[in-house]
């Protein structure tokens, strides 16, 4: 086994290429999903908050930088299920909001983060690192939805708007050129130990 998430209603188990669904109170099987093969073991279930029902499920599909979403608070014996294409390479990070409502994702290159609505399973913004790859280490997103942290192997943690505020570059209006120019900058970005 890889990884395990647990709530106060499911139980998810994931091995290297499939994800088991169990309710925890009998731990009876309710779904399971074959996905693309996932050394790293990324999943992503949204916690059980006190104001919320969601029941998001997130993990890496075939082909590589696609995500199955799964939103079990919508039923138990048939989900709906989307997907989202949401990077070329294979995923490096998978995180969803409290509320099940938001996820970021990034690829190994670790140059843009996605923001996917998983109700429409549309992206919402794409957020720029920075232009070296580095491997993203962590992905967090606040309680409101406001604000994504990203923290990297380069020692760096950079912070996101997801109002749509942050700094765009100065040639943003040549983005039909190339997407790196219509990206969202971080509003702060610091070093550790600084």
């Known amino acids: 086994m890889l990884n395990i998430k647990l709530r106060r209603d499911y139980v ?8 088991y669904v169990y309710l925890l109170n009998d731990l009876k ?13 990324l999943v992503a279930l949204s916690p059980n908050m006190p104001d919320s029902n969601a029941c998001v499920l ?8 696609r995500v199955g979403i799964v939103d079990f608070s919508r039923g138990k014996d048939n989900p709906p299920k989307a997907y989202v294409d949401s990077h070329k390479n294979e995923l490096a990070q998978i995180k969803l909001s409290q509320d ?19 109700e429409k399973a549309e992206m919402l913004q794409e957020l720029r690192r920075g232009t070296v790859a580095a491997n993203i280490t962590d992905l967090t ?7 994504l942290a990203c ?11 997801l109002s749509g505020d ?4 100065s040639m943003a209006g040549l983005s039909s050129l190339s997407s790196y120019f219509g990206s969202s900058w971080s509003t702060a970005q610091f070093r550790i130990g600084d």
């Open 141 to 147: 997103i606040d309680k409101s939805n406001m604000m």
């Open 151 to 161: 923290a990297s192997d380069q020692g760096t943690i950079h912070m996101f708007k």
């Open 12 to 19: 998810v188990a994931l091995l290297e290429e499939k994800i």
């Open 29 to 41: 099987k309710v779904d399971q999903f074959v996905t693309i093969p996932n050394p790293q073991g």
């Open 58 to 65: 997130a993990f890496p599909e075939k082909p590589a930088g």
């Open 100 to 118: 099940g409502t938001i996820m970021a994702t990034c690829s190994g290159k670790g140059t843009l983060v996605r923001i996917w609505d998983t």
């Open 166 to 169: 942050n700094t765009k570059s």
